[in-house]
């Protein structure tokens, strides 16, 4: 980790992968790239996040880069890729980002393969990625954005402790109508006295 002269995480100086009993939270690089246009081409993956996958895998390279690799080089947040301790394969991604460092908070996200749902792997990933957010980088607070019909993820964030907070609506436009998300957030001492 990176501190400023007041002890405050500024940055990375490692990428940090995570373990837990089950899974590897790891960096992804451009050998990533057909997982990622596999993926995120994926109907049942991009229903939920609002926007269209990659067209081909010149733009899944271009865009792995961009929103996992260049958030993490230039300290906005990590991606982290998922993969089940017995295979190198990527199963899913989770990470954070809109990271305030001064305000201590972070917007996190995550998705996963539907072969792999329903197995408590999503919630012991992030489970492994809060514990590092309130931990090492000093976060006190995460919040989450997702699509009130997206039951599974709202699932796993009220299982992790997450509070909704409220109705943003319209605040997402996609495919030329405006879509309401949940707003969903979780601070540091609820995590701590669970």
């Given at each position: 980790m990176k501190?400023?002269?007041e002890?405050?995480?500024v940055g990375?100086?490692?990428?940090p992968?995570?373990?837990?009993?089950?899974?590897v939270?790891r960096q992804?690089?451009t050998n990533?790239?057909?997982f990622?246009?596999r993926?995120f081409?994926?109907?049942d993956i991009?229903?939920?996040?609002a926007?269209d996958?990659p067209?081909?895998?010149?733009i899944?390279k271009?865009?792995?880069?961009?929103?996992?690799?260049?958030?993490?080089?230039?300290?906005?947040g990590?991606r982290?890729?998922?993969?089940?301790?017995?295979?190198?394969?990527?199963?899913g991604?989770?990470?954070?980002?809109?990271?305030?460092k001064?305000v201590?908070?972070?917007e996190?996200g995550n998705?996963?393969?539907p072969?792999?749902?329903?197995?408590?792997?999503m919630t012991?990933a992030l489970t492994?990625m809060?514990?590092?957010?309130?931990?090492?980088?000093?976060?006190?607070r995460?919040?989450?954005?997702?699509d009130?019909?997206?039951?599974?993820?709202?699932?796993?964030l009220?299982?992790?402790?997450?509070?909704?907070?409220?109705?943003l609506?319209d605040?997402?436009?996609?495919?030329?109508r405006?879509l309401d998300d949940h707003?969903?957030?979780?601070l540091?001492r609820?995590?701590?006295n669970?």
């Amino acid at each position: 980790m990176k501190y400023d002269e007041e002890g405050n995480v500024v940055g990375f100086h490692e990428f940090p992968q995570l373990e837990t009993k089950r899974l590897v939270l790891r960096q992804m690089s451009t050998n990533d790239a057909d997982f990622y246009f596999r993926h995120f081409s994926d109907p049942d993956i991009v229903e939920f996040h609002a926007f269209d996958g990659p067209e081909n895998i010149d733009i899944a390279k271009k865009e792995l880069k961009e929103y996992c690799l260049d958030i993490f080089v230039n300290d906005m947040g990590i991606r982290w890729g998922i993969t089940k301790k017995e295979s190198p394969e990527l199963i899913g991604t989770c990470g954070f980002y809109k990271w305030g460092k001064l305000v201590r908070r972070a917007e996190i996200g995550n998705d996963l393969a539907p072969d792999f749902r329903r197995q408590g792997i999503m919630t012991e990933a992030l489970t492994a990625m809060i514990d590092f957010l309130f931990g090492p980088v000093q976060l006190n607070r995460l919040e989450a954005f997702t699509d009130p019909r997206n039951e599974g993820s709202n699932r796993v964030l009220q299982k992790l402790g997450f509070k909704r907070e409220g109705v943003l609506r319209d605040y997402t436009y996609f495919h030329g109508r405006f879509l309401d998300d949940h707003l969903y957030a979780l601070l540091k001492r609820d995590w701590e006295n669970r």
